[in-house]
């Protein structure tokens, strides 16, 4: 079923049930991985905002939660090449492991931006889960990219937190733009 979301039409892509299933395993692959440790998981706002929910209710060790705002894309359908950086992390991450949890990685641009900025503050580790991963719009590998959810192809995407001129996001399915 298509959906129009302003000027542009949508058309499934990974549904609700697929989500949550891999959302399952990829909170009891966290839970081992991290057992002896206590994890800061850092939500990178507005796109993550479902996707940490549904994974958070997967995780049964101590963690702490907190939140970072990023933007490349400012409502359009291609990532810009200059990072909005509106809302730091404000809890103290030295010698702790970190898990930044992403929507989405496409050109990988802002991803590099935030674990740079957060290597400046000496964590433990750093570790990156994303949803969805475009593998061909990545501009460099990412060596602390260790849990992805969904490869999707280069295309655009709204949904589960995703959005187009901020709307969309509300919606439990991922959607690909039609062409």
Not at 18 to 45: C, H, M, W
Not at 47 to 57: C, E, M, N, Y
Request: glycine share 6%.
């Amino acid at each position: 079923m298509k959906i129009k979301i302003a000027d542009l039409e949508f058309e499934p892509l990974i549904n609700e049930d697929l989500i949550i299933e891999r959302t399952k395993a990829i909170g009891q692959q966290l839970n081992a991985d991290y057992l002896q440790s206590i994890p800061v998981f850092v939500g990178v706002l507005n796109g993550s905002f479902l996707f940490i929910a549904d994974l958070i209710k997967q995780i049964n060790i101590p963690c702490e939660i907190a939140f970072t705002k990023l933007a490349s894309y400012y409502g359009g359908t291609t990532s810009k090449l200059k990072i909005r950086d509106d809302i730091d992390l404000m809890v103290d991450i030295k010698g702790r492991d970190v898990l930044i949890i992403e929507d989405i990685v496409d050109t990988g641009n802002t991803l590099h931006y935030l674990i740079d900025k957060l290597k400046q503050r000496e964590p433990a580790s750093i570790k990156v889960c994303s949803l969805l991963l475009k593998p061909e719009a990545l501009q460099s590998p990412i060596e602390e990219l260790k849990y992805v959810g969904f490869e999707i192809k280069n295309e655009f995407v709204v949904g589960y937190g995703l959005d187009y001129q901020e709307m969309g996001r509300n919606l439990r399915d991922i959607y690909k733009k039609v062409e």
